[in-house]
Nanobody, 125 residues
Framework: QVQLVESGGGLVQAGGSLRLSCAASGRTFSTTYSMGWFRQAPGKEREFVAAVSWIDGSTRYADSVKGRFTISRDNAKNTLYLQMNSLKPEDTAVYYC?????????????????WGQGTQVTVSS
């Protein structure tokens, strides 16, 4: 099983940027898993943010973040990233990274089998 630890969250003003990191350990990171970012705001369900495919590195994004967020992975460092630009107050949530044994980028939480503990992102207006 893969262990995941997120970091990089914090408080930022609207229009600002943050970069989240997700450090993976355990099973081989670079050769096994597609990965994704999800977020959950208070009182709301966990929602898809972005995912990257193991097969070809292709990416998928939620419409709400398209053009503002970028997902990437560094296999040498066993780390997944989420660069978040032009942040809005509605981006405020706990952000989670996750891995899946699927070969393609998966956009629903049920498709993932390992999760990190989450990192809080708060965007002030």
């Amino acid at each position: 099983q893969v262990q995941l630890v997120e970091s990089g969250g914090g408080l930022v003003q609207a229009g600002g940027s943050l970069r989240l990191s997700c450090a993976a350990s355990g099973r081989t990171f670079s050769t096994t898993y597609s990965m994704g970012w999800f977020r959950q705001a208070p009182g709301k369900e966990r929602e898809f943010v972005a995912a990257v495919s193991w097969i070809d590195g292709s990416t998928r994004y939620a419409d709400s973040v398209k053009g503002r967020f970028t997902i990437s992975r560094d296999n040498a460092k066993n780390t997944l990233y989420l660069q978040m630009n032009s942040l809005k107050p509605e981006d405020t949530a706990v952000y989670y990274c996750a891995t899946t044994s699927a070969l393609v980028a998966v956009t629903f939480p049920g498709g993932y089998d390992s999760w990190g503990q989450g990192t809080q992102v708060t965007v002030s207006s």
